[in-house]
């Protein structure tokens, strides 16, 4: 059987400026530090949405036995005697 190797990613040299905001940034509390992405635009119209467009659920054929008593236990009585017409 044959291991499964993977290859590890060569990551790009981050340059002195973005190393030295990095540290900046590692050193500020969490409440001082922006988050906000100023160039990501804010989606209000939603009427051309279409939920589930991607979604497709996995179906799986499968059988199940049932035993009577549990089938018959959510349905309504009937009386076996039987009147006379």
Same mark, same amino acid.
Do not use: C
């Given at each position: 059987?044959?291991?499964?190797?993977?290859?590890?990613?060569? *990551? #790009?040299?981050? +340059? #002195?400026?973005?190393?030295? =905001?990095?540290?900046?940034?590692?050193?500020?509390?969490?409440? =001082?530090?922006d988050?906000?992405?100023?160039?990501a635009?804010?989606?209000?119209?939603? +009427?051309?949405?279409?939920?589930?467009?991607?979604?497709?659920?996995?179906?799986?054929?499968?059988?199940?036995?049932?035993?009577?008593?549990?089938? *018959?236990?959510?349905?309504? *009585?009937? +009386?076996?005697?039987?009147?006379?017409?």
């Open positions: 059987m044959k291991k499964a190797t993977t290859k590890m990613a060569v *990551q #790009p040299a981050v +340059s #002195p400026e973005i190393e030295a =905001q990095l540290r900046a940034a590692a050193a500020l509390p969490d409440h =001082q530090i988050t906000t992405d100023p160039d635009g804010e989606v209000t119209d939603w +009427s051309g949405a279409v939920r589930g467009r991607f979604y497709r659920p996995i179906k799986k054929h499968e059988t199940l036995r049932i035993d009577d008593a549990a089938t *018959q236990a959510g349905k309504p *009585q009937r +009386s076996r005697k039987r009147t006379a017409p």
